[in-house]
Structures are given as C-alpha cells and as structure tokens.
C-alpha cells in the first residue's frame, strides 16, 4: 500500500514537472529559441520607386513604423530609381519588399533571385508606353527604324518596346537603342537628344499632359499588358509569413487613404512634382494602384513574356512564371 502511495505521488510530480517543462518550451517557441522576441533585432527594409506619391504619404505618417513597432521590428525604406535594382539589393539581402513591373522579376527569376509574388499592383493596360516629342513625325512603330530610342535595361518598358518592335517588323539591330534611367532620360528627351522613350508612368503623363510628348504605342494598342507586382524576400516570406501578411494590410490602409481622399491625394502628389492638380489626376487614370490576388490570366500573361524575352535572348533560360507566385498573403490580408 505504501508503495502505492509512492507510486502515485511520484507520477503527480513527473506530471506537474512535464507540464512546466510543456508550458515553458511554448513560451520558449513564441518568443524565440533563448526566450526573447523572435523578431528581436530584426529590420525589415521596404524598397519603393521614386520620391513621394502613395510611399511617401506613408512614410510621413509612419504607417508602416507604426505596425511593425508592435512587433519590436524595425522599418527602414530605401528609393529606387527601376526595378532591376531592387532585385539586385534583394538578392543580396539588402532588400526585404518592392514594387516593380513584370520584365525585373521575370529577369530576376531567370538569374535564379530568391523571391515571392505577393500581390499584383498595375493592371497593366495603359501604364506603360513608347512616347515620341508632340512635333515628332514618327507615326508608327515602323518609324522607329533608324532612331534613337531610349528604355531603363531589365525594366518592363523594355519587354514592352521589344515586343512593340516585333510586332511591327522591326529587329533591335533596326533602332539605337540607348539605355537610361528616368532621370537620365527625361533631359535627353526634352533636349531633343533621343527621339522616343519607351517608359512608364508618371513619365508618361506627366510628359503628354505639358505638351512635351504624346503617345506613339500603349500596352491597351498593342495588346501587350505590363501589370506590376508586389514582392518579398523569399527568405524573408519563408521565416516571417505574418509580416509579409502585415505589410500588405498597412499598404491596403495607405490605397484606402488614397481612395477615401483622392482631392488631398491629387493636391499632394502635384505639389511634390510641382505640376497641376489635374496632371496626377490623369495619371491615376492612366495608372491606377491596387494590391490584389493575382489572376490566372496574368501569370499566363506573364509566361508570355517569359517565353518572349527567352526567344530574343534577353534571360538565359526558359522559366516556369507560376512558381514564382503566392496568393495565400494577399488572400490572408484581405480577410
């Protein structure tokens, strides 16, 4: 019987031992592997193109600091000029989120870049385009023979004005093709230095809208879509699925901004370019933003570019584009 009392006692305490082992490895696996904040010291950097606009909206108001901060992460942002830099920054560790058009990430993919299609951002109709000066007597894509064109390498204005140039008969052996990124190419272009610009927007409105420029080719003529995209790490995504998932709901907070007060949105945007109200206002027309799951139809869209720029030798390899994307953050986001 004493034995039995032993016994019994003994299997409480191993009981009430295993269970604080139990209850202490939980609290061990939720804050980390010593105890502290699993996101202890982490920072996350959020790569975004061009001064102003929707990021700097949210960057003046610390929306992103604001959620992240909850966490113990640290916010910092870096500007970038095109998309090929940023996939760079984030094949070396340096980057952690961007938005960028079609051609950097099919490019990215392709140099084997570790990332994660998050949620797409342009629809990819009219945002990019081929603009010639107001006065120029270039008419079609044809005409381009012979001239100079400028276009940012890597960048989705360059799968546009290739895609352009082939349809239209022309081989890029055909035009001069001067590689420049905006801010290089907006002062050569006005100085009469390039004949046509195969860029994106704001360039294009901005250009067509003060009269410097008009429209020779859009995606919505051609039939060409160049969508635009949001991505991560995919390092980052893999470790960290909850704040993926939590950048793309203060990113939702900033478009709800954007929306609920377009008048502000417009005199803010045109005050930071120094140009008319109504000048942001086409550009919202022309480009608007949106974070939402991406669609099958885009990623078909987005193998045909893949399998194009393969055919002229622009990417070493042929890709697979759909294992490249995830719709299960933007999904969670929008819960």
């Not at 409480?12 to 904040?37: D, M, P, Q, R, W």
């Not at 044809?142 to 001239?147: I, Q, R, S």
């Not at 051609?222 to 991505?231: E, R, T």
């Amino acid at each position: 019987m004493k034995q039995l009392r032993w016994l019994t006692a003994a299997i409480i305490v191993l009981a009430v031992f295993i269970s604080g082992c139990a209850a202490a490895n939980t609290e061990k696996s939720e804050k980390g592997g010593n105890g502290a904040n699993k996101y202890e010291g982490l920072k996350v950097t959020i790569g975004y193109q061009g001064s102003g606009g929707l990021f700097g909206k949210a960057i003046e108001e610390k929306w992103f600091e604001e959620e992240f901060d909850k966490l113990g992460v640290k916010v910092e942002f870096a500007e970038f000029q095109s998309g090929p830099p940023m996939t760079e920054a984030m094949a070396s560790n340096r980057l952690d989120f961007a938005g960028l058009g079609n051609m950097p990430i099919i490019a990215a993919q392709a140099a084997d870049i570790k990332f994660t299609v998050i949620s797409q951002a342009l629809e990819g109709k009219n945002n990019v385009a081929i603009i010639v000066p107001k006065n120029s007597d270039i008419q079609s894509i044809a005409d381009l023979k012979g001239k100079k064109v400028s276009v940012a390498k890597g960048s989705n204005a360059y799968n546009f004005l290739f895609r352009g140039i082939e349809g239209a008969g022309l081989k890029a052996s055909d035009l001069e093709i001067i590689q420049l990124q905006p801010d290089e190419a907006q002062p050569a272009f006005e100085s009469g230095k390039i004949d046509a610009w195969a860029t994106w927007d704001p360039n294009i409105t901005l250009n067509t809208l003060q009269d410097k420029a008009r429209v020779l080719a859009d995606g919505e003529q051609l039939g060409v879509l160049s969508p635009s995209f949001y991505i991560a790490r995919k390092q980052f995504a893999d470790d960290y699925p909850e704040l993926v998932t939590l950048y793309l709901k203060v990113l939702d907070k900033a478009l709800k901004w954007e929306n609920d007060n377009r008048d502000e949105a417009l005199e803010r945007y045109a005050a930071e370019r120094n140009v008319p109200a109504a000048l942001i206002e086409a550009i919202f027309t022309r480009s608007k933003s949106i974070s939402i799951p991406v669609t099958d139809e885009i990623i078909a869209e987005q193998q045909k570019t893949a399998d194009f720029q393969f055919e002229i030798k622009s990417i070493r390899k042929k890709i697979n584009v759909s294992e490249v994307f995830d719709n299960r953050f933007i999904e969670e986001a929008r819960k």
